[in-house]
């Protein structure tokens, strides 16, 4: 099945799904949207002497395209022979190798009542996705599946535990946590929901890295 897709107003705004180009939104969307995007910083095809994301970068960028209700759709520019630069095989086999390990926080989600919290802003429109700053350990973004909510921590804290300010009050409206893990690691986690924020003690830092999922078990809702 495709879509149609538009880009500022060049359409009404229920006839297609709109379409940031190179770019991101600052706030969460009521219906789904699109950023499209390539790993080359300088061109859509191949050049000589190109710049290209890190694998970093567009985990980053697909977490907060995501947690806003959106899909992150990437190009690569293959050479003319058909084969596709080594530096562009690494970064797309380590945002592989991070969504082998936390794609259940990606794949298949809905977003949450909020996308997220944390100091650090997007900057929003098309061909702004270079101008966001460096992300910090009290950035998340969320996106829920099931009974499921994860919250998808930015950065790795220096300390030893984890504060998730958003998941205080009535956010859960009503519902009980069952259990918190972290994707990727098999080590128990011990928590304690407190009035500014569901406090987790961390394990050791996951091999994978750039983005770290909380995994928050919550149990049916309310009758």
């Given at each position: 099945?495709?879509?149609?897709?538009?880009?500022?107003?060049?359409?009404?705004?229920?006839?297609?799904?709109?379409?940031?180009?190179?770019g991101?939104?600052?706030?969460?969307?009521?219906?789904?949207?699109?950023?499209?995007?390539?790993?080359?910083?300088?061109?859509?095809?191949?050049?000589?002497?190109?710049?290209f994301?890190t694998?970093?970068?567009?985990?980053?960028q697909?977490?907060?395209?995501?947690?806003?209700?959106?899909?992150?759709?990437?190009?690569?520019?293959?050479?003319?022979?058909?084969?596709?630069?080594?530096?562009?095989?690494?970064?797309?086999?380590?945002?592989?190798?991070?969504l082998?390990v936390?794609?259940?926080?990606?794949?298949?989600?809905?977003?949450?009542?909020t996308?997220?919290?944390?100091?650090?802003?997007?900057?929003?429109?098309?061909?702004?996705?270079?101008?966001?700053?460096?992300?910090?350990?009290?950035?998340?973004?969320?996106?829920?599946?099931?009974?499921?909510?994860?919250?998808?921590?930015?950065?790795?804290?220096?300390?030893?535990?984890?504060?998730?300010?958003?998941?205080?009050?009535?956010?859960?409206?009503?519902?009980?946590?069952?259990?918190?893990?972290?994707l990727g690691?098999s080590?128990?986690?011990?928590?304690?929901l407190?009035?500014?924020?569901?406090?987790?003690q961390?394990?050791?830092?996951?091999?994978?890295?750039?983005a770290?999922?909380?995994?928050i078990?919550?149990?049916?809702?309310?009758?």
């Amino acid at each position: 099945m495709g879509i149609i897709t538009y880009k500022w107003v060049d359409m009404q705004k229920d006839s297609g799904v709109l379409d940031i180009e190179r770019g991101q939104l600052d706030q969460k969307l009521d219906r789904v949207w699109q950023t499209d995007t390539s790993v080359s910083n300088k061109s859509w095809g191949y050049i000589e002497h190109d710049t290209f994301k890190t694998p970093e970068f567009i985990v980053h960028q697909l977490v907060d395209i995501v947690s806003k209700n959106g899909n992150l759709l990437m190009n690569i520019g293959p050479r003319s022979d058909g084969t596709i630069p080594d530096e562009v095989q690494h970064v797309l086999l380590d945002v592989g190798s991070w969504l082998k390990v936390n794609g259940d926080a990606i794949y298949g989600t809905r977003p949450w009542s909020t996308y997220g919290e944390g100091p650090t802003k997007v900057a929003a429109g098309s061909f702004q996705d270079t101008k966001t700053q460096e992300y910090t350990p009290e950035d998340f973004r969320f996106t829920t599946k099931g009974n499921n909510l994860y919250g998808i921590e930015l950065a790795w804290p220096s300390g030893t535990e984890a504060v998730i300010h958003s998941v205080a009050g009535n956010a859960l409206k009503g519902r009980q946590i069952q259990s918190v893990a972290l994707l990727g690691s098999s080590a128990p986690l011990t928590y304690k929901l407190q009035a500014d924020g569901l406090h987790i003690q961390l394990p050791s830092k996951p091999t994978q890295g750039y983005a770290y999922a909380f995994r928050i078990a919550l149990d049916n809702p309310p009758q």
